[in-house]
C-alpha cells in the first residue's frame, strides 16, 4: 500500500464531495423557488377559472352583450390554457430538479463510502508501520489485536510495511 496514494484519494474524494454538495445546494435553491412558481401559476390558474365564472355571471346579468362575453371567454380561455401549460412545464422542471437532487445525494453517500474506506485502509496501515517500528526497537514480535488474519495475507502486509520502511526483506 502506498500512503501518499492513500493521501491522494483522500483529498480527491473529500474534494469532489464538497462539489457536489454545493451542487446539491443550488439544486435545493431551484427546488424551492420552482416550487414558490408553481404556487403563483396555480393561484392564477384560479382567478382565471374566477374571471370565467364571472364572464358568464356578467352575461346573465346583462352587464356583458354576447358578443363582449365570446371575445372576453375567448382570451380569457386563452390565457387559461397559457397557464396550464406553463404549470405544466414547471411541474416537469420541478420533477427533474428533485431527481438530480436525488442523484447527487446517492453521489454524495458514495463518495462518503469511499472516502471512509480508504480512511480505514490508511489508518490500519498507519498502525502497521507503527507496530513495525516498535517491533524493531523492541526486537520481539506482538500478537495482532485485531481479528486473526491468514498468516499469508500478514506476511504480506508486514512486507507492505517494511518496504515503506525502508526495512531489508528477511526470508
Known amino acids: 500500500m502506498n500512503p501518499e496514494k492513500s493521501e491522494m484519494k483522500l483529498i480527491v474524494l473529500q474534494t469532489h464531495g464538497e462539489k457536489v454538495e454545493q451542487k446539491m445546494e443550488q439544486h ?5 423557488a420552482t416550487e414558490a412558481a408553481l404556487k403563483v401559476l ?24 354576447p358578443a363582449q362575453a365570446t371575445i372576453a371567454r375567448k382570451y380569457t380561455k386563452k390565457c ?23 442523484a447527487l445525494q ?9 472516502r471512509d474506506e ?20 523492541t526486537g520481539t514480535e506482538k500478537a495482532e489485536p485485531e481479528a486473526p488474519v491468514t498468516p499469508r495475507k500478514s506476511r504480506k502486509i508486514r512486507e507492505d510495511v517494511a518496504r515503506s520502511l525502508d526495512i531489508p526483506n528477511k526470508k
Not at 396555480?42 to 352583450?65: C, V
Not at 480508504?118 to 526497537?137: H, I, N, S, Y
Open 118 to 137: 480508504e480512511r480505514k485502509k490508511l489508518d490500519g496501515f498507519r498502525q502497521a508501520q507503527e507496530r513495525a517500528l516498535e517491533e524493531l526497537k
Open 28 to 32: 435545493r435553491l431551484e427546488i424551492m
Open 80 to 102: 387559461c390554457d397559457f397557464v396550464d401549460n406553463f404549470v405544466k412545464g414547471t411541474e416537469i422542471k420541478l420533477f427533474m430538479a428533485k431527481g438530480k437532487l436525488e
Open 42 to 65: 396555480m393561484m392564477t390558474r384560479e382567478e382565471h377559472q374566477k374571471a370565467l365564472i364571472n364572464i358568464e355571471t356578467e352575461t346573465r346579468t346583462g352587464q356583458l352583450t
Open 106 to 114: 446517492d453521489v454524495v453517500g458514495n463518495l462518503r463510502s469511499d
